[in-house]
């Protein structure tokens, strides 16, 4: 690993070069900050590690332009949301003429039948419902997991990312299950209904659920939030026999793993959940988010005590499943996320995974790439991380930082969580070309401050 006098150099002489070279994006900082906390409508937009937020012109294809008129290659692709590329043209169409004829009605439209068909045959799953994100979606299928089971508490990996679930933010510490640090505005304990084991940990996960007593594990296929952590073999096949043998629900987030195929890891790797949630990129960056569920499900679900005149399951919100989302819903299950588009993101990312190992094996750095699909990640271990403790013992934010400032300054856009890069459809070879030059220019750059 670098020293830090070497990481921080680099790091200011980067911030300097930034400050110098987007005065557009300093004065829109400067006013927003008036009217906007830490003068962003959002607070995750702080989150790159900027001395002042990146303001954006435009976005098309896997090209964003900022306020100043600057290029970049957009490896980040809206953390996700924009894995198809930013404004896919049967996305942009479907909107331009649904918003013509209404967006939002709280009623079924044309499109709801065709839709629901083609959600079954991409996942396997026979029954949906739509939400505005794939947060709302899992607090639904936690809702109902609860629901027809009887059962309060609920089993999350140590590490995972589902949204902004109250109950998921939490960590594995060493009396198990304890609040992820610097959560504000907590009502309640978040930690009091869920158990945290560690990913791939199959006897921990025994253990966890041996007294019957979890009402559904949230699992994503390969966990993504903390570096990329993947399944080893077996590890689902045991996690669908144990939730089965204790009367579990098993709820599989596909929100980042949509990367490995067109129905998923879900259709990739043969996985039988009985929910299936899945969010941001599902319909080409518009709100939207959805989750999938078995027949067995539904008639447990239909089974529930109506509970009387005044009835509400509280689960929902006006604008879920709106006409605008469900338009942008269907043109990208039938137009954008096809088996080509597929094929186009695999051969690219396994282009950049190549060429990230041959990057660190002529420099000998004793790192690790890891890939699901077209989402690829550079890890500052020396070898894969198992779990969520081991990605985390392997991160170094400053050097994070100092990279992607380096690139970002280079006209290359990571996402600013860890080194996820994500490549879209639209991304050319011309792109991971001048993404692996400037990555390999910046640790040439350090060589040089050790020296």
């Known amino acids: 690993m670098y020293p830090a006098r070497a990481i921080a150099a680099l790091t200011a002489r980067e911030v300097r070069t930034y400050q110098q070279s987007h005065p557009a994006s300093a004065r829109l900082a400067q006013l927003s900050t008036r009217h906007w906390q830490g003068g962003v409508p959002f607070q995750w937009m702080r989150d790159w590690g900027l001395p002042f937020p990146l303001f954006v012109r435009s976005a098309r294809g896997a090209t964003l332009i900022d306020a100043d008129g600057r290029s970049y290659d957009d490896f980040c692709l809206g953390d996700t949301g924009a894995m198809f590329g930013h404004s896919p043209e049967p996305i942009a169409r479907a909107l331009a003429a649904q918003g013509a004829q209404g967006l939002t009605a709280m009623l079924p439209g044309e499109r709801v039948a065709a839709v629901g068909a083609a959600l079954a045959a991409r996942f396997g799953l026979p029954c949906w419902q739509l939400t505005l994100g794939a947060s709302d979606a899992n607090?639904?299928?936690?809702?109902?997991?609860?629901?027809?089971?009887?059962?309060?508490?609920?089993?999350?990996?140590?590490?995972?990312?589902?949204?902004?679930?109250?109950?998921?933010?939490?960590?594995?510490?060493?009396?198990?299950?304890?609040?992820?640090?610097?959560?504000?505005?907590?009502?309640?304990?978040?930690?009091?209904?869920?158990?945290?084991?560690?990913?791939?940990?199959?006897a921990a996960l025994a253990a966890a659920l041996a007294d019957g007593g979890v009402a559904a594990v949230l699992c994503e296929p390969a966990m993504t939030n903390m570096g990329l952590v993947l399944p080893e073999s077996g590890f689902h096949a045991q996690l669908r026999q144990l939730t089965r043998r204790h009367g579990t629900v098993l709820i599989i987030d596909e929100t980042h793993t949509l990367s490995a195929g067109p129905g998923g890891c879900t259709r990739r790797d043969g996985l039988e959940p009985d929910v299936l949630v899945c969010g941001k990129a599902i319909a080409g960056g518009m709100p939207c988010g959805v989750y999938g569920y078995t027949?067995?499900?539904?008639?447990?679900?239909?089974?529930?005590?109506?509970?009387?005149?005044?009835?509400?399951?509280?689960?929902?919100?006006?604008?879920?499943?709106?006409?605008?989302?469900?338009?942008?819903?269907?043109?990208?299950?039938s137009e954008v996320m096809t088996d080509a588009a597929y094929a186009h993101m695999e051969a690219r990312a396994l282009r950049l995974e190549q060429g990230l190992r041959a990057q660190l094996e002529r420099r000998a750095l004793p790192w690790t790439v890891q890939r699901v699909g077209a989402r690829v990640e550079l890890g500052f271990g020396a070898k894969p991380a198992r779990n969520g403790r081991e990605s985390a013992a392997a991160m170094a934010p400053e050097l994070e930082r100092a990279l992607h400032l380096y690139l970002l300054n280079r006209g290359v856009l990571l996402t600013p969580f860890h080194n996820m890069m994500l490549l879209s459809p639209e991304t050319g070879e011309s792109a991971l070309e001048r993404l692996l030059a400037a990555l390999d220019a910046a640790l040439g750059e350090l060589d040089e401050l050790v020296s």
Do not use: K
């Open 139 to 202: 607090r639904e299928a936690l809702r109902w997991a609860r629901a027809i089971t009887g059962r309060s508490e609920i089993l999350v990996f140590n590490g995972c990312y589902h949204g902004a679930v109250d109950e998921t933010h939490v960590r594995l510490g060493e009396r198990g299950a304890q609040p992820r640090a610097g959560l504000r505005g907590m009502p309640f304990e978040v930690s009091a209904h869920t158990r945290v084991v560690e990913f791939n940990d199959l």
């Open 295 to 333: 027949e067995e499900l539904r008639a447990r679900i239909e089974a529930l005590p109506p509970g009387g005149a005044d009835a509400h399951s509280g689960l929902g919100t006006t604008l879920s499943a709106n006409l605008l989302a469900v338009a942008a819903l269907e043109a990208s299950l």
